[in-house]
C-alpha cells in the first residue's frame, strides 16, 4: 500500500509536469521526467542525509520527499514487515482497558534494596506485566500519536523545533533508525574513584570513556535512559570486555533492565561464563545479548549491574554502553 501511495505521488502531473512549467527550457533538470520506478530506485540508494540534500535542490523535490507516503514506503522498504506494521498502524490502535488486580510478584533479584526507586519499579514491573497479568488485561503497545509528537526525543538525532510540522511517518522513521544507547560512564557507580571502579578513555569505545573494574568488593552501577522509549519489542545488550590478566567475579553478576510499563529483565552472568568469554574474545570488546523486554507504553527505563552479596573482591572487566535493538 506504501508503494503505491508513493507510485500514486511520483506519476502525479505535479511531478512531472507543474514543475517544468515554472522552469525555462535550460532549467528544466532530466530527472523531473525519469519513470517514477526509476527515481523510487534512486532514493532506495540514498542515505538519508543524501536525500536531505535532494530535498533542497528545488521545491518539487522537497514536496516529494517531505510527505508521509513516502516515509512510510520508506519504512516498508527498510525494516521487516511486522516492525514496519506496528509503527505505522498497529501502535496507534487504542486497546480496550481491562481493570485487573494483580497480587505482589517477586522480582527474582539477588541484590535487592527494598525502599529504592530502582526496586520499587521492579515490583511494579513483575506485578503488572508478567505473563498472567498481560493476559488478563489484554495489554498491548500502544501510544496515542498526540503523545507520540510531544514525548519522542531521540538519542543519536536532536529534536527539531518545528517537530509538529515534520511528517509524522519521518518522525517515526528516524526513531527506528535511532541508537538508542546509554554509556557506562553516565550511571551512577559505586566507588568510581581512582582506585576501585575507574572512569577512562578508550579509542574503541562506542562512547569515548568507559568504566574499569580494577578492585572492588561492592559491585553497583544504576542509572536511566536520557529520554522515553516508545512501546515496542527491543533486544538488550551490553558492551564489555575482560582483561587478559586475569578476571574475577565471584557468585551471579545481574544485569537489570526495568521499563516503567513494561516487563522487566534480570540476565545472570556467572564467573565461569565472564571467563569464557574472556577466553573466547581475549581483551576485546564484546558484545552480550541478554533478551528482549517489551514496552507497552512510553517509558523511563532504568538499567542495573550488581553483585554484591559475594564478599570477595573483584577485578578485570570493563563497560562500554548498554543499547536497545527495535526487534520485530
Known amino acids: 500500500m ?7 505521488m511520483s ?6 509536469r507543474q514543475s517544468s512549467q515554472n522552469l525555462s527550457s535550460n ?6 521526467y525519469l519513470p517514477s520506478e526509476i527515481l523510487e530506485i534512486i532514493t532506495d540508494f540514498l542515505s538519508v542525509k543524501d536525500i536531505n540534500s535532494l530535498s533542497q535542490t528545488c521545491q518539487t523535490f522537497y514536496t516529494f ?22 509503527y505505522t498502524i498497529d501502535l496507534f490502535k487504542k486497546p480496550t482497558i481491562i481493570q485487573t488486580y494483580n497480587e505482589i510478584c517477586s522480582t527474582g533479584f539477588n541484590n535487592v534494596r527494598t525502599n529504592s526507586e530502582f526496586d520499587i519499579l521492579a515490583i511494579n514491573s513483575a506485578t503488572h506485566y508478567n505473563d498472567e497479568a498481560i493476559e488478563k488485561s489484554h495489554t498491548k503497545m500502544y501510544v496515542s500519536k498526540e503523545d507520540f509528537l510531544n514525548q519522542i526525543e531521540f538519542y543519536q538525532y536532536k529534536k527539531p523545533n518545528n517537530y509538529l510540522k515534520i511528517p509524522f511517518m519521518k518522525l517515526i522513521y528516524f526513531y527506528l533508525i535511532d541508537c538508542k544507547r ?3 560512564v553516565d550511571m551512577d557507580v559505586v566507588h568510581r574513584n581512582e582506585h576501585y571502579l575507574v572512569e577512562k578513555d578508550d579509542i574503541d569505545s562506542l562512547t569515548g570513556r568507559i568504566i574499569h573494574l580494577q578492585s572492588v568488593c561492592w559491585l553497583e552501577l544504576t542509572g536511566r535512559f536520557e529520554h522515553k522509549i516508545m512501546p515496542g519489542k527491543y533486544e538488550v545488550s551490553w558492551r564489555m570486555k575482560g582483561d587478559l590478566h586475569g578476571i574475577r567475579i565471584s557468585g551471579e553478576t545481574e544485569f537489570i533492565v526495568v521499563p516503567q510499563h513494561g516487563k522487566l529483565l534480570n540476565y545472570k552472568i556467572s564467573e565461569d561464563d565472564f571467563h569464557n568469554l574472556v577466553l573466547e574474545h581475549e581483551n576485546h570488546w564484546f558484545i552480550v545479548k541478554m533478551g528482549q523486554i517489551i514496552i507497552y507504553e512510553p517509558s523511563i527505563i532504568l538499567v542495573a549491574i550488581r553483585n554484591w552479596n559475594n564478599p570477595d573482591w573483584k577485578h578485570g572487566l570493563s563497560w562500554d554502553c548498554i543499547e536497545l535493538t527495535i526487534v520485530p
Open 65 to 86: 520527499l517531505n510527505d508521509n507516503d513516502f516515509w512510510t514506503y520508506r519504512i516498508y522498504r527498510y525494516f521487516p514487515q511486522s516492525i514496519a506494521q506496528r
Open 27 to 32: 532549467e528544466i533538470c532530466w530527472l523531473f
Open 182 to 184: 546509554y554509556a557506562a
Open 11 to 16: 506519476r502525479s502531473s505535479s511531478w512531472h
Open 2 to 8: 506504501a508503494t503505491n501511495n508513493v507510485d500514486k
